[in-house]
């Protein structure tokens, strides 16, 4: 069973079901979204790496911001 999109390789394909849940984690909250991608420091001050700081080559921020402007809001197998 294939649950790809025509032409589209495993690795896209995760990277597009990433790109939409951080789609969804915006619209539930905004601010958890920012937090996961940018990093933050929890009460006691000890701080932790968002996904831009672990994966600097990474476009998924550049994906997110394209595919919301498109009018992706994270549905299953939605992409444009």
Not at 9 to 35: F, P, Q, W, Y
Not at 40 to 45: A, I, M
């Amino acid at each position: 069973m294939n649950v790809f999109e025509e032409g589209e390789g495993e690795d896209e394909h995760r990277h597009r079901c990433l790109v939409r849940h951080v789609i969804a984690m915006r619209i539930k909250n905004r601010d958890s979204a920012h937090r996961w991608l940018h990093g933050y420091s929890n009460e006691f001050g000890k701080y932790y790496k968002g996904w831009n700081e672990l994966h600097p080559k990474s476009r998924l921020e550049e994906d997110v911001r394209d595919q919301w402007a498109k009018g992706n809001r994270g549905n299953q197998g939605e992409w444009k």
